[in-house]
C-alpha cells in the first residue's frame, strides 16, 4: 500500500507541471499586451510600464514560468490587482466554503444515489425501482439554477423552512477558526450555530448534489444487477446465505468500484462547476472569486482560483484511487 | 441400496423467453443412495445445469421456473420447503460446486473469509473456531501453506488450486450430497485427475454422495458408480457405469462412448455424433435424438418413446429396446437365418 501510494503521488508530477503551464499561460494567450489588457484601454504608458515590471511581463518566458513555478513552490499564489493583498492570504475562505459545499453535497448524493440504487436492484422492476429511477432520470434532466430557485422560492420564500443564502446569519457572524463553518461552530462548542449553519447548507447542497445522486443512483442500480448475476454471488447463495449477506457483503463492494469511479468525477465536477449554485446562494466560495476577478480583470486570481480548482481535482483522484486500491486487492500499478 | 437421500421425480423446469417456452428440463427423474457417486452425462445443452441448479433451487428466475415434479431430500419435497428451509440445507446438507473455478470466488475477500463464511452461517461457532476447521478444510483438500492461503485472495491462486478451495468451502459443513456441474471441465488434465482423485477420496473418508455432472464419459468411468445419460432435457438411459460402458443400448450413448479418445489408436480420427443438440421445444414430435441417429425408423418420427425398463435399474428411452419390436426384430433376425 505504501509503496503504491508513493507510486500514484509520483505520476502527480507531470499532472502538477501541465497544470501549471495551463494557468500560466492563460495571462500570455489574451490577445495583446496583457498589461494593457489587465489595465484597460485608457491606461498609461508609464501604469502599463510599472504592471509589467511588477509582473516581469518582460522576461523570456521560460523564465518566467521558471519564477511562477518557484513562488508556488514557496506557497506564493501573487498577488491580486484589486484587494493589493497576497492571494495565498485571502483565499482559504473561499475554499473552505466550496469544500464545505461539495461534501455535503456528496454527502446527500451519495447516501440517497447510493441506497436507492441498491434498493432499486433488489426489488428489480417494484413500484420503488421505477419510481427512483423516474426521479433519477428527472434529476440527470433538470437545470442545476431551475433547480436553485425552485428550492428558494418554495423552501425560503414561501415556506421559510430554511435561509435562502449565505453561509450563516450575517447579523450575528461567528469568529472563524478553519473557514470550515459547521466544524468551527462545533470548535465553538455553539450547536445551535451548528444547527444555524446546517440549515444553511440544506438548499445550495441539494441543488448541487441532485444530479451526482441521480448519476450514482443509476450506476448502483446497473452495476449491482450485474453483479448479482455473476458466478460468486451464486456460490454465496450455495453456500446458503441470506439475502443481507449477499447484497451488503459480497454484491455492494463489488459494485461499488465502479460506483467509486463515478463519484471521484462528479465531486471534480461540482468543484469547477459550483459557480452557478454559489452565485445562486451568494456562496462565497471559489467559483464566485473567480467570478468576480474575471469582472475585474484580476489576472493572478483567475489564475490561482484556476490552479487551486485543478488541484483539489487532482488530490480527489488520487484519494479515489487510494481507495480502489483498499477495495481491490487486484489493482497493482 | 433403499437408503436414497434425493429422489427428483418427472422434474420440469422450463424457461419463459421471448422466444416462448423451452422445456430445458423435462420430466427428469434420478436417485442419489446415501455415500453413491452418480454421474450425469450428456453434451452441451442437454439440461444437466439446469438439473442440478433445481435441485439447490438457483435457477436463474426469471427466465426459469421449476413448473412440475418432486425433489424429495430424505423425505421433505424440496419444492415444497420454506425459503428459509432451502438455506438451511443450501451449503450444510445439499452443496455445490461449479465449472468456472475463475470466478466462482468472490475477488474482493480472502480464502479465509469466504472459508470462514460458509461455516459461520450454519454452524455457531465463533471467529477463532471458524479459522481453525477452515485451515482443517484446506488440509483435507490438499492445498500446501495452508495458514497462508487463509490470507490470499483468489486471484493469487491457480485454477485447480481455486477448486480446491471451493470443494473445501462445499464440504465445510459436512454435507449429504456434494453436487459438481463439471468440476474439471475447465481444468487441464493433470489437474483433472488429481481434482478427481480429491473427490473420491472425499467420499471414501466422509461418506458424501456425490452428484457429478459431466460432458466427458472418461470422467464418470473414473469415479461414478451409477450414470444417467440425459439428452434434450431428458433421461435417455439409466445404469451402472460397467453396464453402461461395457454395453450400452441407447444409440446417443453408444455415440458417446465411441467419442472418447482412446490412446492406443493413435492415428485413428476422433469420432463425434454427427449434428447438434437440439434446442428443446414445447410439443416436440417423435424420439428427439431421431436426426442424428443411424437406427431411427418410422416409428421414431411420429412417436415420442418412453423410458423402457430392462430390468436391474437399467433403462433406456428408444424403440430398439421395446419389446415388441425385439421381439419383430429377433423373429425377422431368425426369418433370414433360416
Ligand atoms: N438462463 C437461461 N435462459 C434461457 N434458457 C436457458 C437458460 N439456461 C439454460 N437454458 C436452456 O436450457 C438448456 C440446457 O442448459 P444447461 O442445463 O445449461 O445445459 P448443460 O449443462 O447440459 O450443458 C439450454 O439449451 C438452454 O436452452
Ligand atoms: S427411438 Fe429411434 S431415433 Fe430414437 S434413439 Fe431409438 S432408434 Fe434412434
Ligand atoms: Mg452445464
Redesign the interface.
Same mark, same amino acid.
Given at each position: 500500500m505504501f509503496a503504491y501510494t508513493m507510486r500514484r503521488l509520483f505520476m502527480l508530477v507531470p499532472v502538477l507541471i501541465g497544470m501549471t503551464l495551463i494557468t500560466f499561460s492563460i495571462v500570455h494567450l489574451i490577445p495583446g499586451n496583457p498589461a494593457q489588457v489587465i489595465l484597460g484601454e485608457t491606461a498609461s504608458e508609464t501604469a502599463i510600464k510599472n504592471l509589467e515590471e511588477s509582473m516581469g511581463l518582460n522576461e523570456p518566458y521560460a523564465l518566467q514560468y521558471t519564477y511562477y513555478v518557484s513562488d508556488l513552490l514557496q506557497g506564493d499564489l501573487g498577488t491580486s490587482l484589486k484587494t493589493k493583498t497576497p492571494i495565498s492570504e485571502e483565499i482559504w475562505p473561499y475554499i473552505a466554503a466550496t469544500f464545505e459545499l461539495t461534501f455535503f453535497a456528496m454527502l446527500f448524493a451519495i447516501i440517497i444515489g447510493v441506497n436507492a440504487g441498491i434498493i432499486s436492484a433488489w426489488k428489480q422492476n417494484s413500484w420503488f425501482d421505477f419510481l427512483a429511477m423516474l426521479v433519477a432520470l428527472i434529476g440527470v434532466s433538470i437545470p442545476v439554477f431551475w433547480l436553485a430557485l425552485m428550492e428558494q422560492w418554495i423552501f425560503a420564500q414561501e415556506l421559510s423552512w430554511f435561509p435562502s443564502s449565505g453561509r450563516q446569519d450575517n447579523r450575528d457572524p461567528m469568529e472563524p477558526i478553519t473557514y470550515f463553518f459547521v466544524l468551527d461552530s462545533i470548535l465553538h462548542g455553539d450547536f445551535s450555530r451548528t444547527f444555524t449553519v446546517l440549515k444553511h447548507l440544506v438548499l445550495p447542497s441539494i441543488a448541487l448534489g441532485t444530479i451526482p445522486m441521480a448519476i450514482i443512483a443509476r450506476m448502483t442500480r446497473s452495476s449491482m444487477l450485474e453483479v448479482m448475476?455473476? $458466478?460468486? =454471488?451464486?456460490?454465496?447463495?450455495?453456500?446458503?446465505?441470506?439475502q443481507f449477506?449477499i447484497i451488503y457483503k459480497?454484491a455492494l463492494?463489488?459494485a461499488l468500484i465502479p460506483v467509486l469511479t463515478v463519484i471521484g468525477l462528479q465531486t471534480g465536477v461540482l468543484l469547477g462547476g459550483a459557480i452557478l449554485t454559489e452565485t445562486i446562494f451568494s456562496w462565497p466560495g471559489v467559483g464566485r472569486y473567480i467570478y468576480e476577478a474575471i469582472t475585474y480583470r484580476d489576472y493572478p486570481v483567475i489564475q490561482s482560483g484556476i490552479l487551486i480548482i485543478a488541484f483539489l481535482f487532482v488530490i480527489i483522484n488520487l484519494v479515489v484511487d487510494l481507495l480502489y486500491k483498499f =477495495? $481491490?486487492?487486484?489493482i497493482n500499478y | 441400496m433403499s437408503d436414497e437421500i434425493l429422489k427428483i421425480t418427472s422434474l420440469q423446469t422450463h424457461f419463459f423467453t421471448d422466444q416462448g417456452e423451452i422445456p430445458a428440463v423435462d420430466g427428469v427423474s434420478l436417485t442419489v443412495h446415501k455415500g453413491e457417486v452418480v454421474g450425469i452425462v450428456g453434451e452441451s445443452g442437454c439440461g444437466k445445469s439446469v438439473t442440478s441448479l433445481s435441485i @439447490?433451487q %438457483?435457477v436463474?428466475s426469471p427466465p426459469g421456473k421449476i413448473v412440475g415434479g418432486t425433489i424429495h431430500y430424505k423425505s421433505e419435497n424440496l419444492l415444497n420447503a420454506s425459503k428459509k428451509r432451502i438455506?438451511?440445507?443450501?451449503?450444510?446438507e445439499i #452443496? @455445490?460446486i461449479?465449472q468456472?473455478p475463475m470466478? #466462482? %470466488?468472490?475477488? %474482493?475477500?480472502t480464502i479465509g473469509n469466504q472459508l470462514r463464511?460458509?461455516l459461520q452461517?450454519?454452524k455457531k461457532i465463533n471467529k477463532k473456531q471458524a479459522n481453525q476447521k477452515s485451515i482443517e478444510m484446506l488440509k483435507l483438500v490438499g492445498i500446501p501453506r495452508a495458514e497462508e492461503v487463509m490470507n490470499d485472495?483468489p486471484?493469487q491462486l491457480s485454477g485447480g488450486m481455486r477448486q480446491r478451495v @471451493?470443494i473445501a468451502?462445499?464440504m465445510a459443513c459436512d454435507p449429504e450430497i456434494l453436487i459438481a456441474d463439471e468440476p474439471t471441465t475447465a481444468l487441464d488434465v493433470t489437474i483433472q485427475a488429481q481434482i478427481l482423485d480429491l473427490m473420491k477420496k472425499l467420499n471414501h473418508e466422509k461418506d458424501t454422495a456425490i452428484l457429478l455432472i459431466t460432458h466427458d464419459l472418461g470422467v464418470v468411468a473414473e469415479i461414478c458408480d451409477r450414470v444417467i445419460v440425459m439428452y434434450a432435457g431428458q433421461v435417455v438411459e439409466e445404469g451402472t457405469t460397467r453396464e453402461i460402458l461395457k454395453n450400452p443400448t441407447h444409440p446417443y450413448t453408444k455415440g458417446l462412448i465411441r467419442s472418447i479418445p482412446k490412446l492406443h489408436e493413435k492415428d485413428q480420427k476422433l469420432y463425434s455424433i454427427p449434428g447438434t443438440v437440439p434446442k428443446p421445444k414445447m410439443g416436440m414430435l417423435g424420439c428427439r435424438f431421431k436426426d442424428r441417429c443411424e437406427f431411427a425408423h418410422d416409428r421414431c418420427f411420429s412417436e415420442a418413446p418412453e423410458l423402457f425398463s430392462l430390468g436391474n435399474n437399467r433403462y433406456s428411452r428408444c424403440f430398439l429396446l421395446d419389446d415388441t419390436e425385439r421381439k419383430v426384430a429377433s423373429d425377422a433376425e431368425a426369418n433370414t437365418g433360416s
Open positions: 448475476r455473476s $458466478d460468486y =454471488i451464486r456460490t454465496v447463495q450455495a453456500k446458503g446465505s441470506g449477506l459480497h463492494k463489488n =477495495i $481491490d486487492p487486484r | @439447490m %438457483l436463474p438455506k438451511d440445507i443450501r451449503g450444510n #452443496s @455445490m461449479f468456472e470466478t #466462482s %470466488l468472490d475477488p %474482493l475477500f463464511e460458509a452461517i450454519h485472495y486471484h @471451493m468451502i462445499s
